[in-house]
């Protein structure tokens, strides 16, 4: 989850091995087999006047690409790196942020030594974390050398991530692919949302040399990302987020108009936080508690990418109305008790805010990723 907060130096010792991934349990996410990826993710779609409806999610019969999925910041274990057991928090994480993705793809989700929730709050409280980077990415880059060895028989592949998982792929992106276009053949586009990855002010590239920003549905081998805050919360002096090194701006891409401009987001909110339990949201005015793990609200969240006062970010816009029985507001902010954390943005719900066009992003890309080869 949380990613910007984990540029850690730590003294290098001995690297252990990456882990196996020829051994299933190692995997979060795998086809044909129940897993965290195969839950029940039907939606709950709340109409204006408070009705309800549940639309139901049916995965794809026989998807033609595959989406590796690197999940963020969620670890609860009580070291510096994680283990590579799988928790409730990773089961969780997979469900809000990848899973919705069977619908077109098929989905293999590693897991990772990451750096834990524990290290994260000791770096964010100036203490030391003892947490090693470099262990969580070379897990990765051994499961994606895996992937493509035993499983991508020359299949396209989207790859996804969110914060220290955008983080990740980024780094695979920089050292494995940029300047290689061999390598990129299989690469329909990366997902690495939730991350500052900067771009060279008024340009498509920046720290990625060779592979842009995506500008069109249509376009591969290119990049989709972004950070998300409330336009009525914009990325305060010294956020953590949206704000670059002199000369470069963190890359915005709205994945749902990718020309640019304003659009209605198909966004798919989750009704349990990404990290942690969250207390019941009132989705309407008097209506029962909501039973499905995510929730629809039809026409009523719009996303922009905009530049302003030094940032560049996914500006997400309500559009309530006080007179209707929906809810107002939407959850989504990092909370310390009663105080919310304004220089992590919408963090929380960065991809759900447009999942839904992530989704359907990816299965044209792939389509025109398809017609290209």
């Known amino acids: 989850m949380l990613t910007a907060a984990i540029a850690i130096t730590a003294a290098q010792v001995a690297a252990p091995a990456p882990a196996d991934y020829r051994d299933t349990a190692n995997w979060l996410c795998r086809p044909g087999r129940e897993d965290a990826c195969t839950v029940n993710l039907d939606a709950t779609v709340v109409a204006p006047d408070g009705s309800r409806t549940v639309e139901k999610f049916t995965a794809a019969a026989n ?31 997979a469900m809000i942020q990848a899973a919705r993705f069977r619908s077109v793809c098929r989905v293999f989700a590693p897991m990772y030594r990451q750096v834990t929730m524990k290290a994260l709050r000791a770096v964010m409280t100036g203490q030391t974390s003892g947490a090693d980077p470099v262990l969580g990415y070379r897990d990765v880059k051994a499961a994606f050398d895996d992937y493509m060895k035993h499983d991508n028989q020359g299949r396209g592949v989207v790859l996804i991530g969110h914060s220290q998982g955008a983080r ?32 060279t002010a008024g340009q498509r590239t920046g720290t990625l040399k060779s592979i842009p920003t995506c500008a069109s549905a249509t376009e591969t081998g290119c990049v989709v990302t972004y950070v998300s805050f409330r336009a009525t919360v914009p990325p305060p002096a010294k956020s953590r987020f949206a704000r670059a090194a002199a000369g470069m701006q963190v890359a915005c891409t709205n994945p749902a108009a990718l020309d640019g401009g304003s659009a209605t987001l198909d966004a798919y909110l989750p009704t349990g936080s990404l990290i942690g339990s969250a207390p019941a949201f009132a989705w309407s005015k008097g209506g029962a508690p909501v039973t499905t793990n995510f929730v629809k609200l039809p026409g009523m969240i719009a996303g922009a990418c905009v530049a302003k006062d030094g940032a560049s970010y996914f500006e997400m816009t309500l559009k309530p109305d006080p007179a209707d029985a929906r809810t107002d507001d939407i959850p989504g902010d990092l909370m310390v008790g009663p105080q919310r954390l304004d220089d992590w943005g919408l963090h929380l719900i960065d991809m759900n805010l447009a999942l839904g066009d992530l989704v359907k992003l990816a299965e044209v890309q792939a389509a025109a990723w398809e017609k290209k080869r």
């Open 63 to 93: 998807p033609k690409f595959d989406c590796f999925y690197v999940y963020p910041t969620v670890s609860t274990d009580e070291t510096p790196n994680s283990d590579l057991s799988i928790d409730a928090a990773e089961r969780r994480v």
């Open 168 to 199: 990740m792929l980024s780094q695979l992106l920089e050292r494995e692919f940029d300047g290689k276009p061999a390598a990129m053949k299989p690469i329909i586009s990366a997902m690495p949302i939730g991350f500052n990855l900067e771009l």
